[in-house]
């Protein structure tokens, strides 16, 4: 793990809540979780991936709560996003290796709950588009830091000894 | 070496699973759910529990998800600090992948198929006690 932090290698990059990117070269994309969802996809043998960072399941129900402008902020339009995204980019979205992380019940803030929702959210976008997913890594009390290489599709996980506070980005950890 | 506990009804998949685990811990094998709450069971009674728990879902008798919630139950009872639980089933969807982290109490979940490498490293994500392969899931 600790290669992955280091001065030497791909470029790092930190998603803060409501951030996405799709990546066509080599990268390490660090994303921090608490109730937050990372989806991940990668396309086998082409060094394409990408990931985002969502706060809240779907726009149409939170819309009202959090008017924040970026369509990655709700799982559903991040989802739709990223694959419209990659479509441009002439990926094949049968073939993408998709992974779901995230998504902890966040006691301390009283939202027990949230995190299942984002989670739920995102397979059944994904569901909705005849995508599987072929691991997931969710739930739980406990935050989570993962390192994702959209090159390889590689997504390093460690779990944190507590659940991060909402509103802190992967910059902050 | 840390125990880890194997449980899957196919014979192939377990000869797979053990290969998989070489180098992370010594792996033992159960055929079904049952049969792995007992495993478990006992590993607690002697004080030295299993590590962690590969398990599949579809198995005759006890299913993987209801053996899970056993182990959990089982753990809580004898105040043991929880161990690692990864799934590995063809069941793709929602529902199960769900049901087995949010309700039985599972650390992750990998859909068959799957290959070696794939499954070492999620392995290496689960955060285990000793010292594991440095791997991406």
């Avoid at chain 1, 043998?45 to 809240?56: Q, S």
């Avoid at chain 2, 600090?81 to 969807?93: A, G, H, I, T």
């Avoid at chain 2, 309700?103 to 994500?125: F, H, S, W």
């Amino acid at each position: 793990m600790n290669a992955l932090f280091s001065l030497e290698g791909p470029p790092v990059v930190h998603l803060g809540i409501g951030e996405g990117r799709v990546f066509e070269g080599p990268a390490r994309a660090h994303v921090l979780l608490g109730s937050c969802v990372a989806v991940t996809f990668h396309l086998p043998g082409h060094g394409l991936g990408a990931t985002f960072h969502a706060l809240l399941p779907s726009r149409e129900e939170y819309l009202r709560k959090d008017s924040g402008g970026s369509p990655f902020r709700f799982v559903d339009t991040a989802i739709e996003t990223m694959l419209a995204a990659l479509s441009r980019a002439r990926a094949p979205l049968d073939r993408l290796e998709i992974k779901v992380f995230g998504g902890a019940n966040s006691l301390v803030q009283g939202e027990f709950g949230i995190g299942q929702k984002n989670v739920r959210a995102a397979f059944s976008t994904l569901a909705r588009r005849g995508l599987r997913v072929a691991a997931s890594n969710v739930g739980g009390t406990r935050g989570r830091k993962i390192v994702f290489l959209p090159a390889t599709g590689e997504v390093f996980m460690k779990t944190l000894s507590e659940t991060p506070v909402r509103g802190m980005t992967s910059a902050q950890s | 070496m840390q125990r880890l506990l194997l449980v899957d009804d196919e014979p192939v998949s377990l000869r797979f699973l053990a290969r998989a685990m070489a180098g992370i811990g010594e792996a033992e094998e159960a055929r079904d759910g049952a049969e792995a709450v007992e495993r478990f069971r006992a590993a607690l009674e002697e004080g030295r529990p299993f590590a962690a728990v590969v398990m599949d879902i579809m198995m005759p008798g006890m299913d993987g998800i209801e053996a899970v919630r056993r182990i959990r139950a089982l753990e809580a009872g004898a105040g043991s600090e929880p161990c690692r639980v990864l799934m590995l089933s063809c069941l793709d969807d929602a529902e199960h992948q769900l049901a087995a982290q949010y309700e039985a109490g599972a650390d992750g979940y990998l859909a068959k198929p799957v290959d070696l490498a794939t499954l070492r490293r999620a392995m290496a994500n689960l955060d285990l006690p000793a010292d594991l392969p440095d791997a991406g899931e």
